[in-house]
């Protein structure tokens, strides 16, 4: 299982920016799903996660800025930042907390951390 995200750039205090990640291989399913950041000199943080039923929670930080979705179909993660704060600033990680997946010719079922490489957001004040 790969993750690859994007959407990061650079935008001034109060725009917007939309991440994706798509997850690539064999995936038959993919379990919860999150957005996690790690901003310099900071450990990494939750930001935003999903269950494979569509459930949700964020940080309080985001909380009524930022929405995560997901598409199964596509196989690819979302997030919706809004009202984007010079705080944001951070390195952004996508994360699968499980998957299932076809290796070689048998069914793989993990409950191990999947990460994707980060896109980095800029907020300027």
């Known amino acids: 299982v790969q993750l690859q995200a994007s959407g990061g750039g650079l935008v001034q205090a109060g725009g917007s920016l939309r991440l994706s990640c798509v997850a690539s291989?064999?995936?038959?399913?993919?379990?919860?799903m999150g957005w996690y950041r790690q901003a310099p000199g900071k450990q990494r943080e939750m930001v935003a996660v999903i269950s494979s039923g569509g459930s949700t929670d964020y940080a309080d930080s985001v909380k009524g800025r930022f929405t995560i979705s997901r598409d199964n179909a596509k196989k690819t993660l979302y997030l919706q930042m809004s009202r984007l704060k010079p705080e944001d600033t951070a390195v952004y990680y996508c994360?699968?907390?499980?998957?299932?997946?076809?290796?070689?010719?048998?069914?793989?079922?993990?409950?191990?951390?999947?990460w994707g490489q980060g896109t980095q957001v800029t907020v300027s004040s």
């Open positions: 994360n699968a907390d499980g998957a299932t997946y076809y290796a070689y010719d048998n069914i793989v079922a993990d409950k191990i951390d999947h």
């Open positions: 291989g064999r995936i038959i399913s993919i379990d919860g």
